[in-house]
């Protein structure tokens, strides 16, 4: 048995990581809570580049949390293009990349990937695990929001069975599951799915082939170790037959506006079984109200002022009404009631980007203090619904707008490090 008061540095198991679309550092902070005294995640290279702002908030926050060594703030297509040699060898790519149509036109004979539409990132994830070759990662983290299962509206599934065939072309098996941290104990209902490849060679590929989906679904796999589900799970087969075009052209084209794709699922040889689970977790929740700073400790300008509460209560309520067009059209207009103002005793609901500034808002959260004023969530709660350290995000020029902005951005750290530590026992 080792002495791990004693152990050396050379007997502790590296893992390589390589952060895309880094944010201000959810994953790194979440990999870096799972090392342990065996295994250490260390982060070699991480990029973050936000193309609609010219001042690089985010990158600036990472900078002064992590330091220079190994960032990268540029264009991650044009790190690809003009300087691929600069993307060191890895042994785990993460990453939370953004969320849009994932279709192609056409492959080129001699290209060095796929053409897509510009801008679509997730294929500068394809190009650089493609560029690398045997040099590719053994294991792949990503994270997207759970419509990737069922996007576009127009074919459904579309957009994930595209991402899951061209992984799999790489050599890689995909788990996935949709996870609400708030049913794992965490004190924020955000729901994400989750993505872990396996390359081929690996010993978590082995057992994945080997395993039946179901074992590996509910008790074997990475995910199902991180965050237990039920022991039954009834799943279903998805083929991905076809070139990336035919997919694009054809997927769902049966059944348009239903996704194939179950909440669970596993990927392997260009099929997938996937089903639905339901999580297992018989602790306490933790709630919005245990978050939250003394009322004196608020800053003025987050409370609401009395005569502007009339506009809050306003967005927050039912309404069914009658609209005109800005062309004279008149149509009628429903929607439901907001909690208003947030329950304190459950966990809260999901931080949108849109949640700062003092304009009042249908989505943004708003509480009420003990003394009967009513306001809104101060960016320190918002990284604690998070559960990113306290002020991980204050820094000099950087608003309370902009730091509520990260908070709609970022993932739940608490999860990313039980996915970490999953890992690190299994791979």
């Not at 057992?207 to 991180?226: H, I, R, S, Y």
């Not at 991980?392 to 490090?417: C, P, Q, W, Y």
Request: charged share 25%; net charge neutral; with cysteine.
């Amino acid at each position: 048995m080792y002495n791990f008061d004693t152990m050396r540095d050379d007997m502790v198991k590296k893992i390589r990581v390589m952060e895309l679309f880094a944010g201000v550092g959810g994953f790194r902070l979440g990999l870096e809570q799972a090392s342990s005294d065996i295994t250490k995640y260390e982060t070699i290279w991480a990029n973050q580049y936000e193309p609609a702002t010219s001042r690089q908030h985010a990158s600036e926050v990472y900078v002064a949390r992590f330091g220079k060594d190994g960032f990268n703030g540029r264009d991650i297509e044009k790190v690809i293009e003009d300087d691929f040699s600069s993307i060191p060898d890895h042994d785990l790519l993460v990453g939370g990349f953004p969320c849009q149509d994932y279709s192609v036109a056409s492959t080129l004979k001699n290209s060095r990937g796929l053409i897509g539409k510009k801008g679509v990132l997730f294929w500068s994830i394809y190009t650089i695990l493609k560029r690398k070759g045997d040099k590719a990662p053994d294991y792949l983290f990503l994270e997207n929001v759970d419509r990737l299962l069922k996007s576009p509206a127009a074919q459904r599934g579309k957009d994930f069975a595209i991402m899951l065939a061209s992984l799999s072309d790489l050599g890689y098996a995909i788990e996935w599951r949709v996870i609400n941290s708030a049913e794992y104990g965490f004190p924020q209902r955000r729901r994400r799915v989750f993505i872990i490849g396996y390359k081929k060679g690996t010993t978590l590929y082995a057992k994945a082939k080997k395993a039946t989906a179901t074992e590996w679904l509910t008790k074997d796999g990475v995910l199902a170790d991180a965050f237990p589900v039920e022991q039954t799970i009834a799943t279903h087969e998805v083929t991905l037959e076809g070139t990336y075009a035919d997919l694009t052209d054809n997927f769902s084209a049966h059944k348009p506006t239903i996704s194939p794709f179950d909440n669970s699922g596993l990927m392997i040889d260009r099929v997938a079984v996937t089903g639905k689970s339901s999580p297992v977790y018989s602790g306490a929740p933790v709630t919005l109200g245990e978050v939250l700073i003394d009322e004196q400790d608020v800053p003025e300008e987050f409370f609401i002022a009395e005569e502007k509460l009339s506009q809050w209560t306003y967005l927050k309520g039912a309404k069914k009404e009658e609209r005109r067009t800005a062309s004279g059209h008149v149509y009628h207009y429903a929607e439901g009631a907001m909690v208003f103002p947030d329950a304190l005793d459950r966990p809260s609901r999901t931080i949108i980007t849109g949640e700062g500034g003092a304009g009042a808002s249908r989505f943004k959260h708003v509480v009420k203090t003990p003394s009967g004023r009513y306001r809104r969530l101060v960016p320190l709660e918002l990284e604690r619904l998070n559960t990113f350290p306290d002020n991980h995000t204050k820094l000099d020029g950087v608003s309370d707008g902009k730091r509520a902005f990260f908070m709609g951005n970022a993932l739940v750290v608490g999860a990313i490090e039980r996915v970490g530590a999953s890992l690190s026992k299994k791979c």
